[in-house]
């Protein structure tokens, strides 16, 4: 079955970049996604990206993909106070009706000021 | 676009005692998603619907757990009867039926079971 896994805590000084990143198990996912969540409130969507591609970015933000590994990370660049919130990784696979998400555990992102 | 709506945004109710959550999709949205939320399994899916109808019902926990899609624009979540271990935010989410597309969440509903 799908697995998302991703490390719990990241901690970063306010204005350095942070990566988050996020190792999946279905080799025919086919979408990936980024969620910001921030206390008492629901998911955010950050940013996706198409397995078909290597990179994508957002502004402050770059989404990297490695097929081959099964490897992505979310670089957010000059981090900010209010970057700090948990961050979750998440897949689509492939597959009759499958518009479902599979997601990770959350990255707490922890910006030291 | 009002997003996702949710209530009540917190329930603290007694073991034993029924408990309905509600959610109103994003308008042309024809896909709903029920998902729970706690800090020991993270967001678990619980079911999901296609234009009002349940497509996957697999991951709700007990037959005390029930989902409904009256029309496109509202679902419930009814756990009766409740218990301390049901304790968690349950959360609600819409998307369109394109298979990019992404899943909009609400606010969530804190459950509290005493």
């Known amino acids: 079955g799908e697995d998302v896994e991703q490390s719990l805590f990241l901690s970063v000084r306010e204005g350095d970049s942070s990566v988050i990143n996020c190792t999946y198990t279905?080799?025919?996912?086919?979408?990936l996604y980024w969620y910001k969540q921030e206390p008492g409130a629901g998911l955010q969507l950050l940013t996706y990206?198409?397995?078909?591609?290597d990179m994508k970015q957002d502004q402050r933000l770059t989404v990297l993909l490695n097929k081959k590994d099964k490897h992505l990370s979310l670089r957010i660049a000059d981090t900010q106070t209010g970057d700090s919130a948990i961050y979750f990784c998440?897949?689509?696979?492939?597959?009759?009706?499958?518009?479902?998400?599979?997601f990770g555990k959350g990255t707490k992102l922890s910006v030291i000021p | 676009d009002a997003g996702v709506i949710q209530s009540p945004r917190h329930e603290v109710t007694e073991m034993g005692q029924e408990v309905t959550l509600r959610c109103k999709p994003i308008?042309?949205?024809?896909?709903l998603f029920w998902y729970r939320q706690t800090m020991m399994r993270g967001l678990e899916l619980l079911i999901y619907?296609?234009?009002?109808?349940?497509?996957?019902d697999s991951g709700m926990p007990e037959d005390r757990f029930s989902a409904k899609m009256p029309n496109a624009s509202f679902s419930t979540l009814k756990i009766q009867p409740s218990e301390p271990r049901d304790s968690a935010v349950y959360f609600c989410?819409?998307?369109?039926?394109?298979?990019?597309?992404?899943?909009?969440f609400g606010n969530g509903t804190r459950l509290t079971v005493t």
């Open positions: 989410a819409s998307s369109a039926g394109r298979e990019w597309a992404p899943l909009h």
């Open positions: 279905d080799s025919s996912s086919t979408y």
């Open positions: 990206i198409f397995s078909n591609m």
């Open positions: 998440a897949e689509r696979y492939s597959g009759a009706g499958s518009y479902q998400l599979t």
């Open positions: 308008s042309g949205h024809d896909y």
């Open positions: 619907f296609n234009n009002n109808v349940p497509i996957d």
